[in-house]
């Protein structure tokens, strides 16, 4: 397992993507949507790095952040509470007549100063759009190995149309990123780009100043795509579990996925995933309740029937009520002889006792954070 | 300083917990799906406003010792006060064991005057209870009291089994008697004291100085300031308590959280119960499980039948597995086929394939040979093995050659 490496510094921007789902981003950032049964998306990205040893991490968030600060504090869970190095969040600041940080280059542009002070030799860039086990490790040694200055991680898929706005495909031969295209609307299984970068830090550091220089902004475009053909720019190939977050569809399957043990192992038995701890009593299944086929956290106390569904935390399910491929999130409430099928409830939401609320696999039924129904 | 320190006694064995607590003092042992023996005390400590706490330990501390780390879990974790562990240690002029429960608190003197606290609330890592300290101390200052003794309302016919107070009308305790056969009262010590320090400390020592003395709490320290005609106060505990020493108390308190006519409730967010929790994945439910009236807990992955069960993390359920009126400790394995009826089972263990472990009540012909199977921690059970009612397993069953 991870030994330590403090050559290597992690920055982890929590708000690419936050427009993929703005029903659960509008008051929370992408990194901190909550997913499967306990977990926040930057919970994979804290977790992976940590797991690689990377003991100097950078959150640069841009907007609504108030859930992410609170959900990832001093970073104690993810054993970042350090001395040295640890978990640092760099929320945006600006002086009169500047503007907020944009993208992933103004979110490096504000926090050069730090990447260049560290005493580390790589730096690796990661997003939280897509629940994935990538092993961190493995990148970086890999891209020690190969005398890369940029590695970028991707994976084969075949992208669906509500990713053509957001997604990068690579053209890859012996490991060697040969063309990089940005928005391109493909109908086959491509190399897509997994949103995780490894720079030589001296490399990243020189280029976010030339683009601040040239007044450029887009950072894959500008830093990355500029420079193939000049740059050693390497493709890593992740064929482990991953799902993509693209609009609250897939967020709806990709939670509902996790409904069977070879997701479940993908995802959460590489290494092991750290999230907030809350204290909840274990899930109690109450007489004459009945549970089949369901991803649940701790906390959830059920008296009624659910199928196929994640129940995050402290979920409450009452006598008589049906729960059916749902995606129910913290402190969600059934009451008594509610039915709810196809819908994701926001935290904290009830639904009230003998309610129906129904929605389609395809459409599922969205009900905002503490919305009584 | 500190108004209140509490020292909570963790260095039993729990010797009639048999296999459970080879490896492991009695506070050690699991609990309710998630929980430690000893996380109900701490947690009571926290949610009553007491940030000090003294754990003594004696018997198998590892595990204790590396459970309660800096504290963290319970948010004692402090600058100033925070949970420390303290097992015996040697001196300049010798060394010596604990040799009872008042000489645990008499060697570590030093410790409580760090503080320099008003008063000393004494715990025991043995009992399953949600109990506000704060409501006691209250009493206890209001009464002027040298030592408030919380108690508890038995039913008669067990009253013979506890150390039992005898109470004028405003609650001042005139008799204490351990274990009487006929007892006068119904009211039973909870092994909760609140002591003025100035007063315990001058009773400690003069017990330590008492070469006859057992330097028991109970027999010596609250006998002699019963004969003093000091001011011991009871308080009325109303609620769920138990002593979890034996393996049948183990078992049904565990079961007590499966019944809905039992008023103690884990899930009170108003009262929680802290523990250290591994970092598991969500449980998983197959669509071939059959659970009812169960607890579980994270990264349990059930794919056979659990009835009136309490799985703890990590354990996995194979296909067409029955798990029924048990309880199954952490990082367990249950194998297809195997059945599990009235048992408990140790952590990490591995019962395979057609094992079948526990017997049902009625299926024993004389009662006197019915109990609750126990498999010790880190253990396996072979395929097919028969483990009947009432064993204790310290060993592997392997296959009779």
Redesign the interface.
Known sequence: MATKNNKVLGIIFPNMHDEAIPELTRIRTMASVPFGGRYRMIDFALSGLVAAGVENICVVPRTSYVSLMDHVGSGKEWDLARKRGGLKIFPPYGEAGTKATQGRQGALEAIADYIESTPCEHVILADCGIAHAVDYADVVEKHVESGADITMVYKKELLDETAKTDNVVLDVRNGKVCEMLINDVTEKICNCGMWVYVFKKELLVKAIHECEAKGLSEFERDVIQRNVGTLEIRGYEYTGYSRRITNLKSFFEANLDLINKESLAGLFKQYPIYTKVRDDAPVRYAIGSSVKNTVAGDGCFIEGSVEGSVLFRGVKVGKGATVKNCVLMQDAIVEDGAVVENVICDKAVRITAGQKLIGTATHPVYVEKRAKV | MKECVAMLLAGGQGSRLYALTQSMAKPAVYF???YRIIDFPLSNCVNSGIDTVGVLTQYQPLELNEYLGNG??WDLDRLYGGVHVLPPYQKATGSDWYKGTANAIYQNIKFIERYDPEYVLILSGDHIYKMDYAKMLEQHKAKEADITIAVLDVPKEEASRFGIMTCDEEGRIVKFTEKPKNPDSTLASMGIYIFTWEKLKKYLIEDENNPESENDFGKNIITSMLADKQRLYAYNFEGYWKDVGTIDSLWESNMDLLD?NVPFD??DKEW????R?L?????????K?V????????GC?VEGT?DFS??FQNVVIEEGATVKDSIIMPNTVVKKGACIEYAIIGEGCTIEEGAHIGERPEAVENAENWGIAVIGNNLSVCKNAKVGAKAMIYNDVKEEK
């Open positions: 309710g799906g998630k963290q879990p809905p884990v899930w929680k119960i802290y523990s929790t970092n598991s994945a969500p449980q998983y439910i197959s669509d499980a659970v009812e009236n169960s607890m579980i807990s994270e992955e659990i309490v799985l």
